[in-house]
């Protein structure tokens, strides 16, 4: 299974009465030679984001989103290998692929589970899926749990 980055709050920002209360304490510092003269507290802080109810915040998923930008910009190959790890089709379902040719999974019907309902067969339906199921929801895993459990869902 692929990693799942969060992307909801992760660290608080600060309200707009803390800054200003950094920002003086800068001025502060500044007066008396303590720090730089004119020094912005939130220079180089990021925008945050409005969460709602929750309140002002960052959250770390924009920052995975970038790494897996700078690996594919620095690192084709390697990104591309670790892509193919998480296949994204399957008939209709975006996220599935079934490149198994020895006849596992739909329409199969040769290989060692093969069989049954258009080749699906036993619980290797997708032997590259962990747990051999086709993803919740979609009309293949309803057909495995009908085939699988001999009852109508």
Known sequence: MEYMPYYGPTV?????????AMQGYADAAGAFGLAPKGMDVMAGMPKPTDFGPL????????????????????????AAARESLFRTTYGDSPRYAQTDPSGYGPGGGGGPRGGGYGGYG??????NVPGGM?????????DYVRQVTGTEV
């Open 12 to 20: 608080a920002a600060s309200t707009p009465a803390g800054q200003t």
């Open 55 to 78: 309140g002002m915040a960052y959250s770390s998923g924009d920052v995975y989103d970038l790494a897996r930008q700078e690996l594919a910009a620095r690192h084709p190959q390697l």
């Open 134 to 142: 086709p993803p919740y929801g979609t009309d293949a895993f309803y």
């Open 122 to 127: 036993g619980y290797g339906y997708f032997p």
